[in-house]
């Protein structure tokens, strides 16, 4: 199988993007985790296939693969890259259009600087819906872990997430903390552990263990979940500035129902054929 794809990033996370609608492409988790190998094979942190859409009021729809070959059912990053791969085909324009993604239909908007304008949906707090074993108190749950109780929030935003506050997130132990969270048994569904730094209520940063690709340099649903988590607390601003290792996400809540909007850069990278 000879297939062509693109390489792409969305503030430093990045995506082999497949556009299956033009060519026969039959992906399961053993070729997605091949193609992902950063040694072995093209490499990234996630996978994001192009189908014909079945909702005739979407341009298409799209699937999202992790690093080993598991299914994901949201990505703000790969969406930002998914809209910058339609304008540059001149497949859209200047308006809104909708995209069908695994967990739903997201609306996307070219900015004026020539970033992207996702409309994620409306963070899910019910310990049910995150998925999510534990029951809160006043917003909070408790984890027993090697390091003793740990605090955080939850939310669903189509995937499941915890937070984390830190006091300093260079010094934070992300990587046994992360994959302790993301695999513990209270989440069914596995989770993506967020830690953040509060600097003020206009600003925080942020670093994110993704289940199924540790962590990334940028996660799009972890800043909303975590600005969501945080606006919900009272602990910051309607609108936030979210710096990740990758760059930097404009994440807007107004509360209650209303979607989460995250604006951010998608970068094309180069074109290649994989064999």
């Known amino acids: 199988m000879v297939l062509e794809f693109h390489k792409m990033h969305g503030a430093g996370n990045d995506f082999v993007l497949i556009d299956a609608r033009g060519q026969p492409l039959d992906l399961d988790a053993e070729m997605?985790?091949?193609?992902?190998?950063?040694?072995?094979?093209?490499?990234?942190?996630?996978?994001?296939v192009l189908r014909e859409a079945d909702d005739a009021a979407c341009v298409l729809r799209y699937e999202i693969w992790n690093?080993?070959?598991?299914?994901?059912?949201?990505?703000?990053?790969?969406?930002?890259?998914?809209?910058?791969?339609?304008?540059?085909?001149?497949?859209?324009?200047?308006?809104?259009?909708?995209?069908e993604s695994p967990s739903g239909v997201v609306a996307i908007r070219?900015?004026?600087?020539?970033?992207?304008?996702?409309?994620?949906?409306?963070?899910?707090f019910e310990p049910s819906r995150v998925p999510l074993s534990l029951e809160p108190e006043d917003g909070r749950y408790v984890l027993d872990s090697p390091w003793g109780p740990l605090e955080f929030g939850a939310v669903s935003m189509g995937n499941?997430?915890?937070?984390?506050?830190?006091?300093?997130?260079?010094?934070?132990?992300?990587?046994?903390?992360?994959?302790?969270?993301?695999?513990?048994?209270?989440?069914?569904?596995?989770?993506?552990?967020?830690?953040a730094e509060i600097t003020d209520r206009k600003n925080i940063y942020l670093r994110v263990f993704e289940r199924g690709a540790a962590e990334t340099s940028?996660?799009?649903?972890?800043?909303?979940?975590?600005?969501?988590?945080?606006?919900?607390?009272?602990?910051?601003?309607?609108t936030v500035r979210v710096t990740q290792r990758g760059g930097?996400?404009?994440i807007s809540w107004t509360g209650g129902r209303d979607s989460v909007i995250m604006a951010g850069p998608a970068t094309y990278v180069y074109k290649g054929i994989f064999e």
Not at 37 to 48: A, E, K, N, S, V
Not at 162 to 175: P, Q, R
């Open 248 to 250: 930097n996400l404009t």
């Open 110 to 124: 070219r900015c004026r600087d020539g970033e992207y304008e996702v409309e994620m949906g409306r963070p899910e």
């Open 160 to 195: 499941p997430h915890a937070l984390v506050l830190v006091d300093a997130i260079s010094t934070a132990d992300i990587t046994n903390l992360g994959a302790a969270i993301s695999s513990d048994p209270a989440f069914p569904q596995g989770c993506n552990a967020g830690f």
């Open 67 to 99: 690093a080993d070959g598991s299914p994901a059912a949201q990505c703000g990053n790969g969406a930002r890259c998914v809209g910058l791969f339609l304008g540059r085909a001149g497949e859209t324009g200047d308006e809104p259009f909708r995209l």
């Open 32 to 48: 997605a985790a091949r193609m992902a190998d950063r040694h072995r094979g093209i490499g990234c942190d996630q996978i994001l």
């Open 218 to 238: 940028a996660c799009g649903s972890g800043a909303c979940a975590a600005v969501s988590i945080l606006r919900r607390a009272n602990m910051v601003d309607e």
